[in-house]
């Protein structure tokens, strides 16, 4: 089992850069495939971004791709979301998540742990 916290969340102009980081307790942290969702209001949650457990390969919504990147520090027990290039509707609650399935996968109902969530806010 493992625990999550998110952190790095808060106000940013549109085109500015937050960097949102998620701490794991727990066992194993490298044996778990982790990724970012994200939820605004009135909206169904979404996928961001994930990232794959001992290779590090990478997925990436469509509207996130070439301004967001997912990362993991395995000694830190930490993943990482950088983004840049911030628009207004990237304004969410977003959510850190860890899963030990086969694959990677995007769907949330796939994600067996969950953080607390972060709320980011860009401003126009």
């Known amino acids: 089992q493992v625990q999550l916290v998110e952190s790095g969340g808060g106000l940013v102009q549109t085109g500015g850069s937050l960097r949102l980081s998620c701490a794991a307790s727990g066992r194993a942290f490298s044996s778990y495939h982790m990724g970012w969702f994200r939820q605004a209001p009135g909206k169904e949650r979404q996928f961001v971004a994930a990232?794959?457990?001992?290779?590090?390969?990478?997925l990436y919504a469509d509207s996130v791709k070439g301004r967001f990147t997912i990362s993991r520090d395995n000694d830190k027990n930490t993943v990482y979301l950088q983004m840049n290039s911030l628009k207004p509707e990237d304004t969410a609650v977003y959510y850190c998540?860890?899963?030990?399935?086969?694959?990677?996968?995007?769907?949330?109902?796939?994600?067996?742990?969950w953080g607390q969530g972060t709320q980011v806010t860009v401003s126009s």
């Open positions: 998540a860890a899963n030990r399935k086969f694959s990677l996968t995007t769907m949330p109902s796939d994600f067996d742990y």
């Open positions: 990232i794959s457990r001992y290779t590090g390969s990478t």
